[in-house]
């Protein structure tokens, strides 16, 4: 009989998340109501993303996806957002010299989602059309920190 929930896949690699959560959450509208009028132009919009990673247990790892951002018309603040989003994951069965990209780049890719609604509602609630980030390409984020660590030992 075969178990399929994948539990009896015995040395199989696995990534399991276990929790995912907002650890934190800000959101500034410091010029409202001023703010909420109609705009001449198109704000610009700034958004930075880091990860971070702590290990929980042998096999357990927590992971944060933070996402700032701002949207500023001219010299005037419209909003600032930031959120800190996390979530628990479990990696069985991996070569160690997987370990770090999955966590750095598959576990934020599967997040994402979850904090960019967050974002875009928070965004929303401060009076503002929802903010939709586009789609982040964790890989390439990866490489280019890579890089600059790289920069940083030569």
Same mark, same amino acid.
């Given at each position: 009989?075969?178990?399929?929930n ?10 399991n ?51 700032e ?9 419209l ?6 989003? @996390?979530?628990?994951? !479990?990696?069985?069965?991996? $070569?160690?010299?997987?370990?770090? /990209? &999955? ?5 934020? =890719? ?9 974002? @875009?509602?928070?965004? !929303?609630?401060?009076?503002? $059309?929802?903010?939709?980030?586009? /789609? &982040? ?5 990866? =490489? ?11």
């Amino acid at each position: 009989m075969s178990d399929t929930n994948g539990a009896g896949a015995e040395g199989m690699p696995q990534l399991n998340v276990l929790a995912q959560y907002t650890k934190d959450l800000s959101f500034e509208n410091p010029n409202a109501p001023r703010s909420l009028g109609p705009q001449e132009n198109a704000p610009n919009i700034t958004i930075q993303v880091n990860v971070n990673l702590r290990q929980m247990a042998e096999t357990d790892y927590e992971v944060e996806l933070l996402l700032e951002g701002s949207a500023v018309d001219g010299a005037t603040t419209l909003f600032k957002f930031d959120v800190t989003y @996390a979530g628990v994951f !479990r990696l069985q069965n991996i $070569p160690e010299a997987e370990m770090h /990209p &999955i966590l750095m780049i598959e576990c934020p =890719r599967l997040m994402f989602p979850f904090a960019r609604q967050i974002v @875009a509602d928070a965004v !929303r609630a401060g009076g503002f $059309p929802p903010l939709l980030i586009d /789609p &982040i390409d964790f890989h390439n984020l990866y =490489r280019q920190r890579a890089a600059e660590a790289q920069q940083t030992l030569s």
